[in-house]
């Protein structure tokens, strides 16, 4: 008996242990922060957060939602994923004042449980084309079908209203979060992330089971470093001025050899560019544009061309500067904001360094042996047929084909080594 009262203290403490992380395994919820345009590196991002979601064996994934729409491939990739991850995954547009405008529809309509906060809104999915352009002709109804279908057919798998998603895409109505949650647009309208998990906890989501949320631990995910840079250059305004800072750096680096500096910054740069355009919708007719109005500048340094080389160039930099992105939403374009000042920026650099070149190459030089020829000096000791000049501020040995008589003005016709060749500046009296 004794013995057994010793144990029992012991019992206890090893039950207290037993039980300690059953109740402090609380469930937890990643956090993954979307406000900006949906890209490839957006959707690198999210698919992060999902993954880590599910080998943490979290409760839910909350993707916190603000958007003007982007890429259609990115949001793609992202519908993919949301649709294909085994951990319940919400998308709430949040918060007061955000949209999920153009992909974030979709985005949105993929979630097991979408969600807005009070003040936002959802809709205008209608594709465009680059710059912001309306698609034209039968190329319209082809886009417009394909997105529509893929719409539907998520929003009828999550059992949201299918009817309305087709207006957004053809119509691009919109709606506010009463509006979406009348329209079955959306399941939930909640104030903040944690009447969302209050609304939400204890519901069932179709092959993932019942929500249990209550004490929940929100974990956010963070973006890495390698994924800022990323989202960073891969807007496309950051994109092109890399590349237009590349190209400009290498062609004064060619153009006045030595400088260093320059094509270290425009290596580096264009480097940077072309990472960033593996990533974005690029049209290879705007590259091959830009690479011939580079080249244009490079034979206006060479050909008298009196300018016209130079306007082919500008023009063709315009043009493949508004062609190089191609897609259907605001990320996925130049801003008129950026193109126009870049490229009468990089035009005025190109032409005033083709101008120079082309100046330097013709200009008679000032220095050295070709610079003394045509220079007017003055006879300092008689010329018969040697003698001295002074010249350019110096006193030269000089040599004429006929005698030259000291005080008289000379000029250099010839230059052998430190020997000056002359001849009279002006007639014998």
């Not at 109740?23 to 937890?28: G, S």
């Not at 958007?67 to 998308?91: E, F, H, N």
């Not at 003698?387 to 006193?395: I, M, R, S």
Request: proline share 5%; glycine share 10%.
């Amino acid at each position: 008996m004794t013995n057994s009262l010793r144990l029992l203290p012991v019992a206890v403490l090893l039950g207290a242990l037993a039980l300690a992380p059953a109740a402090d395994a609380a469930p937890e919820v990643v956090l993954v922060r979307v406000a900006d345009a949906i890209t490839p590196a957006t959707a690198r991002f999210i698919q992060a957060g999902l993954k880590k979601a599910e080998g943490e064996k979290a409760a839910l994934v909350v993707i916190e939602l603000d958007t003007p729409g982007g890429l259609a491939d990115s949001m793609r990739q992202i519908v993919q994923d949301i649709l294909a991850c085994p951990v319940p995954v919400a998308v709430f547009v949040a918060p007061g004042g955000a949209r999920a405008a153009s992909a974030g529809v979709m985005i949105t309509m993929a979630a097991d449980i979408a969600a807005m906060a009070p003040g936002t809104n959802i809709g205008a999915a209608h594709p465009v084309g680059a710059g912001g352009q309306e698609i034209e002709g039968k190329m319209t109804e082809k886009v417009v079908n394909d997105m529509v279908a893929h719409a539907r057919s998520v929003a009828e798998r999550r059992g949201r209203n299918a009817d309305w998603v087709e207006r957004a895409i053809r119509e691009s109505v919109s709606a506010t979060e009463t509006e979406a949650l009348r329209e079955n647009i959306v399941d939930v309208v909640a104030e903040d992330l944690p009447d969302l998990l209050r609304k939400i906890d204890g519901r069932v989501i179709a092959g993932k089971g019942t929500l249990a949320l209550a004490g929940a631990r929100v974990v956010e995910h963070e973006e890495g470093l390698r994924t800022r840079i990323l989202r960073a250059i891969s807007n496309p305004n950051i994109a092109y001025l890399l590349l237009m800072i590349g190209l400009a750096g290498l062609y004064f680096e060619f153009s006045h050899p030595g400088a260093i500096f320059p094509g270290v910054v425009g290596a580096i740069a264009l480097i940077l560019a072309f990472f960033a355009l593996q990533t974005l919708p690029v049209n290879f007719a705007g590259v091959l544009l830009i690479a011939l109005a580079v080249v244009f500048f490079i034979l206006e340094m060479k050909i008298a061309s009196y300018g016209l080389l130079s306007l082919a160039a500008i023009v063709s930099l315009f043009l493949g500067s508004l062609m190089l992105f191609e897609g259907d939403g605001p990320g996925s374009r130049i801003s008129w904001g950026v193109l126009l000042p870049t490229v009468a920026v990089v035009s005025a650099f190109f032409a005033g360094v083709a101008y120079l070149v082309f100046r330097a190459q013709f200009h008679r030089p000032a220095t050295g042996a070709q610079g003394m020829l045509g220079e007017v000096g003055e006879v300092k000791r008689r010329l018969a047929p040697e003698g001295k000049v002074f010249v350019h501020g110096e006193l030269w040995n000089a040599v004429s084909r006929e005698p030259i008589e000291e005080g008289r003005r000379v000029r250099v016709v010839g230059v052998k080594g430190l020997l000056l060749e002359v001849e009279p500046a002006e007639p014998s009296a």
